[in-house]
C-alpha cells in the first residue's frame, strides 16, 4: 500500500451549493484541510468562511479569485462557480501553481476543455474534474462487477440524471448566457457512465461513442430542459442517457448484458452516512444486493490530489476522460441544436485564459522570410480547414500563437467559406491583423480562371474581414490558359495592395518556371512561393484530382538549385508517420499514395531515430522537411491542441545533413 499522501491545503473558489458538499465532507478526508475561500461577494465569502472554519487560523477569506489562487498557504483550489468561469479560473489557478479540481462541467465546450488541459500539463500540478461519484467505491465496484463478466458480455447502458427545478428564468439553470440547461449541468453524469461502462466492458477505462443521436426539448429561455441520446460505442455496446431540469427521472443506471442485468438505484449522491447497494440480477439465478459501505465521495476526490500530484491526474477522472466527455456533449447539444449565444460564429468568444494570446517565454518556434513579405513567418503554418466552431478555432489558433505561431493557411473553399469567416472573426476579437501573417487560396477547379481569382477574392477578404491577405496562393493551376493571364491579374491584385505576394498551389514546376520567365520578361512581380506536397515519404499518387507533389529526386534537385521557398501540405504524409503499417490496407488512399518498399524502409528509419531521440516519428518526418537545403513553411492540420503539441515536437529536433539523406535512403 502506497505511503499515506501529506496534508493539501484547500481554497474554494466559488462559496456556493456544491462547494457547501465539498466543505461539509473535506473534514472525512485524510489529507485535506480548507484555509481559504473566495467570492465575487466578500459577504457571502465571509459567512461561509464562518459556518466551515475548523482550522485554528480559520479560513481566510479573499477578496478576488486571483488573490486565492495567489495565496501561498493554498495548495489546491476546488472551482464552483458558474459553468462560464470555470476555464478562465482553472487556467488562472493552473498557472499560478496550483492542484485544481473543477467542478462539472470544465467547459461549455470541448474547446475550452482542451486549453485547461493544455494548461495543466505545462504547469505540472494535478488536474480533475469534479464528477466525484467516478471516486466512490460503489462506482469502482460496478466497473469490477462488468470486467469480471458478472452479468456476461454487457449489450446496453441506461443512465439518468435528471429533476424538476421550479427557478425563475434568469436563474443560472435557465439561463442560456450562464450555459443553463440539462445536458451540461447534469447531461455529463449520464454521459460519463455510459463511457464508463462501456470501458470496463471492453477492458479499459472509458470508451467514446461512434454514433449519436439525440431529442431534446429547448425551452422558452433557449437552454434544453429535457435531452436524450441514444449512443454506440465501437465494441457494440448501446446506450441510453437522459437529463433534465424541469422533469424528474428515476436517477439511476441499468447495465444490461447476455446473462443478466446490473442495477445502481443511487449512482450519483449516495449517502455518506447509509450503505448503498448494488443489484445483480442475473438469468436463472437469485438476485444478489452488493453492500457498499458508506464513503464520503468528496472526500475521496480531495484525496486523489494528494495521492496523484506527481502523475497530475487520476485513472478514475483522466484528462482523456475529461476531453472524451465533453465531445460527447458538444454532439448531443448539436444533435438538438443547441448554441448558446456567446457562442455564435460572430461572437467575441474570449480567450480561454482571459488575456491576450502572446508567445510563450518558452516557445520553440523558429522563424523566416518569405520574398514579397515584410513580416517574418512562423517555419509551420497553422491549417485552417478543418475548425468546427468559432470557439474551437478560437482555442486552436490562441494555442499556436502562444506557441510561437503567427501563419494560417486557409482557402476559399474550405468548408463552403466558413473556415474564412472563423478565422477572420478570430483576428477581429483578438486585434491582431497586423501580427498574423493570413495564407489565402483561390481558384479552385472548376472555377481556376483569372475572374474567379477576383470574385473569389472579394468573397474572401469579405470573410475574413480584412483588406488583404499577406500570401495568395492559386489553389490549382488551369493549364489550359496561358500562364501571363494570372500573372497579369496576381500582380494587379499586388499592386492594389490586395495581396501582399502570391504564389501557386498544385503547379507543375514546369508551369512554375513558366510564370516566373513570363514576370521577368513583362516587368511583373514574381511568384513568392509553391505549394506542393513534400516530405519524407515520396509520394505515389496524390489524394485528390489536380493535386502535385514535388518528391521526386529531381524535384528536391531543383527546388535545391532554385532556393524557391516550399509550403508543402501534407508533410507528414497524412499519418504514414504514425500508423501505417504493410499488413493494414483499411485505408485505400494512404496504401494508393505511400504504400511502397522504399517508403516502409524511410519509415522504419524514422521510427529507429526517433526512438533513439525521444520522440515520437511524426517529429521525425516533420524535422525531416525543415532541415532541407531550401526554405520550407510546413503547413499542419491538428485538430485538437494535443495534436498541435506534438506536431510540434518536430521543431526540436535538429538533423544533420547526414541524417537527412540517411532517412532518404540517400546514405
Not at 129 to 152: D, K, N, S
Request: glycine share 8%; charged share 25%; proline share 6%.
Amino acid at each position: 500500500m502506497a505511503e499515506t499522501p501529506g496534508r493539501i491545503r484547500w481554497g474554494i473558489a466559488g462559496p456556493g451549493g456544491i462547494a457547501h458538499r465539498f466543505a461539509e465532507q473535506l473534514p472525512h478526508s485524510r489529507t485535506g484541510e480548507l484555509v481559504a475561500v473566495a467570492s465575487r461577494s466578500v459577504d457571502r465569502a465571509r459567512a461561509f468562511a464562518a459556518e466551515f472554519e475548523q482550522s485554528p487560523g480559520g479560513i481566510r477569506v479573499h477578496e478576488s479569485y486571483d488573490d486565492l489562487f495567489a495565496d501561498p498557504e493554498v495548495d489546491a483550489v476546488y472551482i464552483a462557480t458558474v459553468h462560464t468561469e470555470h476555464v478562465r479560473l482553472s487556467i488562472r489557478a493552473l498557472e499560478a501553481g496550483k492542484h485544481v479540481v473543477c467542478e462539472k462541467p470544465l467547459s461549455v465546450d470541448h474547446a475550452g476543455a482542451m486549453a485547461v488541459v493544455e494548461a495543466a500539463r505545462r504547469s505540472g500540478r494535478y488536474f480533475a474534474e469534479a464528477f466525484m461519484y467516478r471516486f466512490h467505491p460503489q462506482t469502482v465496484r460496478l466497473a469490477e462487477l462488468i470486467a469480471q463478466g458478472a452479468i456476461g458480455e454487457v449489450q446496453h447502458v441506461d443512465a439518468s440524471f435528471a429533476f424538476r427545478a421550479d427557478v425563475p428564468p434568469e436563474h443560472r439553470l435557465l439561463n442560456p448566457e450562464l450555459a443553463g440547461g440539462g445536458i451540461l449541468d447534469v447531461g455529463g453524469y449520464s454521459a460519463s457512465a455510459a463511457r464508463w461502462v462501456a470501458g470496463a466492458a471492453a477492458g479499459e477505462r472509458f470508451a467514446d461513442p461512434v454514433e449519436l443521436v439525440a431529442e431534446g426539448t429547448v425551452g422558452e429561455t433557449g437552454v434544453d430542459e429535457w435531452a436524450t441520446a441514444s449512443l454506440v460505442f465501437d465494441s457494440g455496446v448501446t446506450a441510453h442517457i437522459t437529463c433534465g431540469v424541469r422533469v424528474s427521472d428515476d436517477n439511476r443506471i441499468v447495465v444490461s448484458g447476455s446473462r443478466g442485468r446490473i442495477v445502481v438505484p443511487e449512482p450519483w449522491t449516495p449517502s455518506p452516512l447509509e450503505p448503498s447497494l448494488i443489484e445483480v440480477l442475473r438469468v436463472d439465478a437469485d438476485p444478489e444486493s452488493i453492500r457498499i459501505e458508506p464513503a464520503y465521495q468528496y472526500a475521496l476526490q480531495a484525496d486523489a490530489v494528494a495521492e496523484y500530484a506527481s502523475e497530475g491526474q487520476s485513472p478514475n477522472m483522466s484528462w482523456a476522460d475529461t476531453l472524451g466527455n465533453a465531445r460527447t456533449l458538444d454532439r448531443w447539444r448539436a444533435a438538438i441544436g443547441l448554441q448558446y449565444p456567446f457562442e455564435a460564429a460572430s461572437a467575441n468568444i474570449p480567450p480561454a485564459s482571459g488575456r491576450a494570446p502572446r508567445r510563450r517565454p518558452d516557445a520553440e518556434m523558429p522563424y523566416g522570410r518569405i520574398p514579397g513579405l515584410d513580416k517574418e513567418v512562423s517555419r509551420l503554418v497553422m491549417g485552417v480547414d478543418n475548425q468546427t466552431t468559432l470557439g474551437h478555432a478560437s482555442a486552436m489558433f490562441d494555442d499556436f500563437v502562444e506557441r510561437g505561431g503567427n501563419a494560417f493557411d486557409t482557402a476559399y473553399i474550405y468548408g463552403g467559406g466558413l473556415m474564412e469567416s472563423l478565422l477572420g472573426q478570430w483576428v477581429r476579437n483578438r486585434g491582431i491583423r497586423d501580427d498574423v501573417v493570413i495564407v489565402g487560396k483561390g481558384a479552385h477547379t472548376p472555377h481556376c480562371d483569372p475572374e474567379s481569382i477576383v470574385r473569389q477574392l472579394d468573397e474572401s477578404l469579405e470573410r475574413l474581414q480584412t483588406d488583404h491577405v499577406d500570401l495568395y496562393l492559386m489553389h490549382r493551376d488551369n493549364e489550359q490558359i496561358p500562364v501571363g493571364e494570372f500573372v497579369d491579374v496576381l500582380d494587379e491584385l499586388a499592386a492594389a495592395g490586395r495581396v501582399r505576394a502570391f504564389g501557386g498551389s498544385n503547379w507543375s514546376i514546369a508551369r512554375y518556371e513558366e510564370a516566373l520567365a513570363y514576370s521577368d520578361a513583362h516587368g511583373k512581380r514574381r511568384f513568392s512561393a509553391l505549394s506542393d506536397h513534400f516530405g519524407l515519404a515520396h509520394a505515389l499518387d496524390v489524394p485528390w484530382a489536380g493535386c502535385r507533389h514535388v518528391t521526386d529526386d529531381a524535384d528536391r534537385q531543383w527546388l535545391e538549385r532554385t532556393g524557391t521557398t516550399l509550403l508543402p501540405w501534407s508533410s507528414q504524409a497524412r499519418g504514414f508517420f504514425a500508423r501505417a503499417d504493410p499488413q493494414d490496407t483499411s485505408d485505400p488512399e494512404l496504401v494508393r499514395c505511400y504504400y511502397s518498399d522504399d517508403n516502409f524502409e524511410r519509415l522504419a528509419r524514422a521510427r529507429r531515430l526517433a526512438s533513439e531521440l525521444g520522440v515520437a516519428p511524426t517529429a521525425v518526418a516533420l524535422a525531416y522537411v525543415l532541415a532541407q537545403p531550401f526554405p520550407t513553411f510546413p503547413l499542419i492540420g491538428p485538430r485538437s491542441i494535443e495534436e498541435t503539441r506534438t506536431s510540434l515536437a518536430g521543431i526540436r529536433v535538429r538533423l544533420t545533413e547526414e541524417q537527412v539523406r540517411w532517412l532518404d535512403l540517400r546514405a
